[in-house]
Every structure is written in structure tokens, then in C-alpha cells.
């Protein structure tokens, strides 16, 4: 089925919900490629590696130009015009979602991670379901590779979960670091990111129930949730501005040399999150205009948002907004509010 596959997202969106197993084929004598279900391909090199990438999309099924990045790479791998050195898991996390044109079907995909999927309602539609059998790729790809964690300890696991923000941001491209109790920043991937692009790193202050925090958390992973601009529908994407992050990508998939220059924080934006407000009540309201970007910052005793007769104040000097959005369940997380990092502890 997937050699002489014309597309594999089409491939993928065609087959939605899940798709048999293929056996695993050898493709130009060099590279092992394995489809594990829809959306679900690995490529690993014959003559070994030292490093086991995870690559997620679409797991917001309206942010596209990620999908789109991430299936041309796919394309070229399996056309023979790239060879794969390292071992590489492409996961196309929500097709329904893709296929609806929507960021969900039922719920929030990158809510459902580290076990939540079961808690609760339990698996009671396909997100919650999709997101159980996602672990488990992540979770047999990493443990086929071998022990591994961060770069300094065995195999390096890496995890780049894609996505692209509801609205316009002051950087258009940035990354969320997972919360990573007990351990340091990577200087490395932080200029990694530079290099593909991403200039700008959230240093995020607690656990979260989200993808790259799973991969962070139980695998030490290198992982990250990176933003590559604004949603655009399938097709709308200019995708001259995912030249870096491309190139990178490519770089690091066909282990060729990287070129990073030593960690320098002159050369990024680095922020904090300080605190993460939820949705309490269902008239929460923000008091700014939704084509308000990313990053824009407000001064201290600021009201910014109201809800149930309650004023929501800035409380540092100055917070900086992101990901603000209203419309989401109660109990969920409407605003992340940042202040600049001081002395983050990047090795
Ligand atoms: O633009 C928005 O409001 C949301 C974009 C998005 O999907 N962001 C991720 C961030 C995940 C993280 O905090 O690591 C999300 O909300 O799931
Ligand atoms: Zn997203």
C-alpha cells in the first residue's frame, strides 16, 4: 500500500480512523520503513543511529502548514530524494480533525495526554481514543530504540510536536518547553530551534496533560511544542516561511551536519510562564480585541479579562499574553501569561 503511495497524508485523511498494519519494507537497501496504523510511519536506517526522533502534526486538525511540511518530508523520504540516518517516528495525530477543517471533533486532543484520555468519561470518542494509541507509538518507537533520554544519556529522544496559533504573535515562530522537574534546559535544542527558525522559548512552570510533555516527562525526551505561525487552511500556506524549520529538520532527520552555533541568549527571547489562568465561569471575557498578538504585554493592576463580577488583573510589572482564548470548557486553561526568563538554567 505505501510503496508507490502517491501521498501519505492522502493516504492518512482517506483512512481516518485507523488502518491495518503493513509489514515492514526495505526501501533503496538503506532504510527500514513501517507503517503502524493511519497517520502512524516510521523510517529507521539499516546501518544504524544514535538518535530517536519524534515528529507530530495535526494534532489541532486545523493547523495545517505543519502537515503539509511534515507529509513533503515523508514524500521525499519515501521518493528515495532524502535518506533517512536517524530513526524517525511521523505521526499525523487527528485526522478526522483534518478532515472536519477544526482544531477538534470532540475535544481537545492536547488535553488527553499522560493518562488523561482515560480519566473521567473514559474513552468515550475518538480524540480520547487517537490520543491513547499515540502514547503507545511513542512509547514502543522510543523503547525500540533502545535506552535513551537526553542527549548525554544513551539514545537522544527528541519529540517536536508542530502546530500553528489561532491568531498573529509579536514572534511569529516560538516553542513551548515542558516543565522539566530536576532537570536543565538544552542549550542545544534552544539553538536548534533558532536555526530552524523559532527564536522565541516559553519555559513552562508546572506539569500539563499535553503531547511533548508526555514524550519530556516519561521518556526524558528532548520535546518541545512549537509554533510555526498562524492557521491557514490546507493549501493557503506560504510555505517559503517554513524554509528553516524544513531545512532543519531535514538536516537532523538525515544526519547531516547541524551547524549550531553555542548556546547564546542574546540570540533568543526566552520567557517564564508565571501563571496559567483557567476558565472558571462560563461568561469568562477578555477586555482586549481578539486580533490582539501573541506576546503583547500589559502593564501592573491592568484589568484583562472578567468573569462571574471578577476582574482578572496583571499582578507582575509587566505580563505578556498567549494563547488567549474564551471559548474554551470550563476548568480549561484560557490565557498563559509570561514575564521575561531571569537566569533560566540552560546547560
Ligand atoms: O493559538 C492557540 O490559542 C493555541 C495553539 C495551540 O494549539 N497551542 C498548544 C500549546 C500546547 C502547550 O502548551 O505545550 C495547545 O494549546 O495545545
Ligand atoms: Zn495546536
Known amino acids: 500500500m505505501l510503496q508507490g503511495c502517491r501521498d501519505f497524508l492522502e493516504l492518512t485523511l482517506t483512512h481516518p480512523i485507523e488502518l491495518d498494519p503493513v509489514a515492514p519494507f526495505e526501501l533503496g537497501g538503506h532504510t527500514r520503513v513501517s507503517l503502524w496504523d493511519t497517520g502512524v510511519l516510521v523510517f529507521e536506517p539499516l546501518s544504524g543511529s544514535s538518535k530517536?526522533?519524534?515528529?507530530?502534526?495535526?494534532?489541532?486538525?486545523?493547523?495545517?502548514?505543519?502537515?503539509?511540511?511534515?507529509?513533503?518530508?515523508?514524500?521525499?523520504?519515501?521518493g528515495g530524494a532524502l535518506c533517512a540516518g536517524e530513526r524517525v517516528l511521523f505521526l499525523i495525530g487527528n485526522p478526522p480533525a483534518i478532515n472536519n477543517g477544526t482544531r477538534i471533533v470532540d475535544e481537545n486532543m492536547n488535553r488527553l495526554f499522560s493518562g488523561?484520555?482515560?480519566?473521567?468519561?473514559?474513552?468515550?470518542?475518538?480524540?480520547?481514543?487517537?490520543?491513547k494509541k499515540l502514547e503507545a507509538y511513542v512509547t514502543r518507537f522510543f523503547n525500540e530504540g533502545g535506552e535513551?533520554?537526553?542527549?548525554?544519556?544513551?539514545?537522544?529522544?527528541?519529540?517536536?510536536?508542530?502546530?500553528?496559533?489561532?491568531?498573529?504573535?509579536?514572534?511569529?515562530?516560538?516553542?513551548?518547553?515542558?516543565?522539566?522537574?530536576?532537570?536543565a534546559f538544552s542549550g542545544e535544542q534552544i539553538m536548534f530551534l533558532a536555526a530552524a527558525g523559532v527564536d522565541?522559548?516559553?519555559?513552562?512552570?508546572?506539569?500539563?496533560?499535553?503531547?511533548?510533555?508526555?514524550?519530556?516527562?516519561?521518556?526524558?525526551?528532548?520535546?518541545?511544542t512549537i509554533e510555526l505561525?498562524?492557521?491557514?487552511p490546507m493549501g493557503q500556506n506560504d510555505m517559503s516561511k517554513?524554509?528553516?524549520?524544513?531545512?532543519?529538520?531535514?538536516?537532523?532527520?538525515?544526519?547531516?551536519?547541524?551547524?549550531?552555533?553555542?548556546f547564546d541568549e542574546t540570540k533568543v527571547n526566552l520567557y517564564q510562564v508565571r501563571r496559567v489562568i483557567n476558565k472558571q465561569a462560563d461568561d469568562f471575557e477578555f477586555t482586549f480585541s481578539s486580533d490582539v498578538p501573541n506576546f503583547t504585554a500589559f502593564e501592573k493592576g491592568h484589568v484583562i479579562a472578567r468573569e462571574a463580577g471578577r476582574d482578572i488583573l496583571i499582578e507582575a510589572d509587566s505580563e505578556a499574553v498567549v494563547f488567549p482564548n474564551a471559548k474554551v470548557p470550563i476548568g480549561q486553561r484560557t490565557v498563559i501569561m509570561l514575564v521575561p526568563a531571569r537566569d533560566p538554567d540552560v546547560r
Request: glycine share 8%.
Open 200 to 224: 522565541t522559548v516559553l519555559f513552562h512552570h508546572e506539569p500539563t496533560t499535553t503531547f511533548s510533555y508526555f514524550s519530556s516527562e516519561h521518556f526524558r525526551a528532548d520535546a518541545f
Open 116 to 131: 488523561e484520555h482515560s480519566r473521567g468519561p473514559g474513552l468515550c470518542h475518538p480524540e480520547r481514543v487517537r490520543a
Open 242 to 262: 517554513f524554509a528553516d524549520t524544513r531545512e532543519m529538520l531535514k538536516r537532523l532527520i538525515c544526519a547531516e551536519p547541524l551547524g549550531l552555533a553555542p
Open 52 to 78: 530517536d526522533i519524534v515528529i507530530s502534526s495535526g494534532v489541532h486538525g486545523n493547523e495545517t502548514a505543519p502537515i503539509e511540511m511534515c507529509n513533503s518530508l515523508i514524500q521525499d523520504l519515501l
Open 229 to 232: 505561525g498562524k492557521v491557514f
Open 148 to 183: 535513551g533520554g537526553d542527549k548525554s544519556d544513551g539514545r537522544h529522544r527528541i519529540h517536536y510536536d508542530l502546530h500553528t496559533a489561532i491568531r498573529g504573535s509579536k514572534h511569529e515562530k516560538f516553542a513551548i518547553y515542558p516543565y522539566r522537574a530536576g532537570r
